[in-house]
């Protein structure tokens, strides 16, 4: 595994991924309703967020596949953290949050990390330490579930020891 910042050219591999999950938020599986959201996931789009220092985008690679991504935003909100079906259940979600986190520098004890999940993504991020905040929300043609971390609850760090191309 190699993790690296995204590029340009990663965001239609980026893209393609969120857009994988698209049964896992979206109300109308043909996206009826949802076109400024699915605007958003748009390769177009991913190149501006990954151009923007609003942005911190970081990638999980296996020979040369893109496996996972996570994107924070204002260093404080996960805006994307998607892993490839073939690579779930292997701790590359918890790698890649605990990497970007690090990524941030030193972080005051009393910083809140904020997601919007998709609903079946819930059980992952309440591992990661997040606690819902509010029932599911339905609105632009998606659903999702708001949840909160707070640093200092944060659960004990257990990173991917077997890491390497570092």
């Known amino acids: 595994m190699i993790f690296r910042a995204a590029m340009d050219s990663d965001a239609a591999a980026i893209s393609e991924l969120v857009l994988s ?15 400024e959201f ?3 996931v748009s390769a177009e789009a991913e190149r501006g967020y990954i151009g ?3 942005y911190y985008y970081l990638l999980g690679e296996v020979e040369g ?3 996972g991504v996570i994107a924070l935003r204002d260093k404080t909100h996960v805006y994307r953290l998607f892993v490839a079906r073939n690579f779930q259940r292997q701790g590359l979600a918890r790698e890649l949050w605990r990497r970007a986190r690090q990524a941030l520098g ?5 910083m809140n990390f904020t997601v919007n999940s998709s609903p079946m993504a ?5 591992r990661l330490g997040f606690e819902q905040t509010s029932l599911q929300v339905e609105m632009h043609g998606i659903a999702f579930v708001p949840m ?7 659960p004990p ?6 890491t390497r191309g570092e």
């Open 21 to 35: 999950f698209r049964d896992e938020y979206l109300l109308d599986p043909t996206g009826r309703g949802a076109e």
């Open 38 to 40: 699915l605007t958003s």
């Open 52 to 54: 923007s220092t609003r």
């Open 65 to 67: 596949a893109l496996a």
């Open 106 to 110: 030193p972080v005051d004890q009393a």
């Open 122 to 126: 819930v059980p992952i991020y309440r």
């Open 148 to 154: 909160r971390l707070t640093e200092s609850s944060m």
């Open 157 to 162: 760090n257990k990173s991917l020891e077997r």
